[in-house]
């Protein structure tokens, strides 16, 4: 099991390159289960994908003006 956390931030802001990271998935998908998490996944992963799952926020300390905490988001 290999989890990829925010990757698609790193794959959206041009720090890792799209069409080499799925060659690189096209090789590793056979034998490891990959975990691939973040928001804006390009469209090309979420094809690959067996699962996609999109999460929203019910509630949040942000919405009242209370950014990332020490020891909860940080």
């Known amino acids: 099991l290999l989890v990829l956390d925010e ?14 990271f799925v060659a690189w998935l096209h090789v ?11 928001r ?3 469209p090309q992963l979420i094809g690959l994908a ?11 300390p942000i919405t009242q003006g209370i950014f990332g905490r020490w020891g909860v988001e940080y």
């Open 50 to 60: 067996d699962e996609a799952t999109e999460c929203e926020m019910v509630k949040h």
């Open 28 to 38: 590793a998908m056979p034998r490891v289960r990959l975990v691939l998490t973040g």
């Open 7 to 20: 990757v698609s931030h790193a794959i959206n802001k041009g720090l890792l390159d799209l069409n080499q």
């Open 40 to 42: 804006n996944m390009p």
